[in-house]
């Protein structure tokens, strides 16, 4: 959240992948071992990786040397076929958004159903239910909160993920009064992979599908920062920090898929306007919050004012979806950037990454506030209609939004729900995400109202979305 002002014309070329498989995700300090396999042997060259990440493995070891051809799989995700940079789109999904329909067993309930995405991110409730907050209806009746949602027809969650929150600097690991808004500082590493593990199972088990929102980061990944993740910060080569991003978008998704709960679309970072891991802390002057960074070497700083910052964030970018597209090409992949309104820069973004790079997702998606001074509906509504003349391709998403004009008041005017109703008439739109409902900042109200100790559903802020079911 939040502006940049960018004005770029750049382009990229080809550029090159080393495949590492199997990585663990222990958090920063832990003892760790990883086991890996190269896999596209070529001509190899030695490059020295960051034994900090890892672990047991040799600080010079042997892999393929970096040619202009990129390694991404095709639709059978097979290795042997490597395709050039001419053709770097990964697989395509073809499964659908509607969410299937309740079983006919009288016992079941029904649900209102949507043909597209209604979604919430509710990745603090986790913070909100370790404190003891109860989540209660409309009515006031106590329930739990995938419950609720889902009796008012919503029907998926996306969840963040951090890398390694407890590391300095980190989401949870400083003095900050992060997350939950009012319980002082966190007491565990909310958004990292066992927390996201547990709360996906959650959803999962409710009927939702799923976004995951990989942050790739420690703490927030917002226009404001992109800090590179503790764990991997003394990496000083793009190739070996796309390698990172790989083993671990992978890990995450092998420990989802083990309990049952793969997600039904990932998102390779968030939003990444200026670009992804872009930044490091400075001593003395990164708060807990992660404000106050410097770019990183520009050996391996996405930062998109450059050349090679644009091809380091496209690099990333590739390894993560071919991580995704590994564990399973039905998974749709997201790229995020913000601020809709400066439509020159939408346009940039999209031909820096798509056009120029040849790095395409399955889903373009954006922050749309109108508190930000985003726009409107109308205004993205025409941004998304214009940019799908071009990219015939790509769906269109809204993963982030809450419709309040003001972040002290909302006049429950049909402003919010207009936002899914515009995506209706978008081609090739599929819905949108409100953002952290049970929180009211900046960016807008609450679709919950404290009451004593606990959170009640506002009747008039979920009433609003009834006109989409038919």
């Known amino acids: 959240m939040g502006k940049i002002k960018r004005n770029f014309t750049l382009a990229f070329g080809c550029f090159g992948m ?21 896999i596209e042997k070529q001509s190899s060259t030695s490059v020295s990786f960051d034994t900090a990440y890892f672990g047991g493995v040799s ?23 490597p395709r ?19 079983p006919s067993s009288s016992s079941q309930k029904v649900y209102p159903q949507y043909s597209k995405i209604l979604g919430v991110d509710i990745s603090q409730v986790q913070e909100f239910e370790a404190k003891g907050v109860r989540f209660l209806d409309t009515d006031g009746t106590p329930k739990d ?45 909310f958004g990292d992979k066992d927390h996201v593990v547990a709360f996906a199972k959650r959803a999962k088990a409710a009927g939702f599908k799923l976004l995951l929102d990989f942050h790739y980061t420690d703490n927030w990944a917002d226009p404001g920062k992109q800090i590179i993740p503790e764990r991997w910060r003394n990496i000083s080569n ?37 670009g992804m891991l872009r930044d490091v802390p400075v001593e003395g002057k990164t708060d807990c919050w992660g404000n106050g960074v410097v770019l990183a070497n520009s050996s391996v700083s996405g930062v998109m004012s450059n050349a090679t910052g644009i091809a380091n964030t496209a690099k990333y970018l590739a ?24 439509t020159s820069t939408m346009e940039w973004w999209m031909k820096s990454i798509i056009k120029d790079s040849k790095v395409v997702p399955d889903v373009m998606a954006f922050s749309a506030y109108v508190a930000y001074s985003h726009g409107t509906p109308d205004s993205w509504k025409t941004l998304m209609t214009n940019l799908g ?35 209706d008439e978008i081609p090739r739109g599929i819905g949108a995400f409100f953002w952290e ?32 079911f038919r």
């Open 18 to 38: 080393v495949v590492l498989a199997g990585c663990n995700n222990g958090a920063s300090g832990d003892s760790e071992e990883y086991d890996f396999e190269l």
């Open 238 to 274: 793009s190739n070996v920090l796309a390698d990172s991003v790989y083993s671990y978008t992978k890990d995450v998704l092998n420990a989802l898929k083990a309990v049952g709960a793969l997600p039904e679309m990932v998102q390779v970072g968030n939003e990444i306007t200026n």
């Open 145 to 189: 909160v995938f419950e609720i949602f889902r009796e008012h027809g919503f029907n998926y969650i996306r969840l963040k993920n951090f890398v390694s929150p407890k590391a300095k600097y980190g989401y949870a690991a400083g003095s900050c009064d992060q997350g939950a808004g009012t319980f002082g500082n966190n007491s565990e590493a």
């Open 389 to 423: 003349k071009t990219y015939t391709n790509v769906e269109f998403m809204i993963a982030e939004y809450n419709g309040a004009q003001t972040k002290d008041s909302y006049n429950y005017d049909g402003s919010r729900v207009k936002t899914l109703q515009i995506m």
């Open 84 to 102: 050039s940079c001419s053709s770097m789109t990964p697989p395509r999904s073809s499964s659908s958004e509607v969410p299937p329909p309740p």
């Open 437 to 468: 409902p049970e929180r009211s900042g900046a960016w807008g109200t609450a679709l919950f109202d404290w009451v004593g100790k606990d959170l009640k559903a506002n009747p008039k802020a979920f009433d609003e979305y009834k006109v989409l």
């Open 59 to 81: 600080s010079v070891v042997e892999i393929p040397e970096i040619s202009s051809s990129a390694v991404i799989l095709s639709s059978s995700s097979s290795l042997d076929h």
């Open 319 to 342: 390894a993560g979806s071919r991580a995704v597209k590994e564990i399973s090409n039905n998974i749709k992949t997201v790229f995020h950037i913000e601020s809709p309104q400066e």
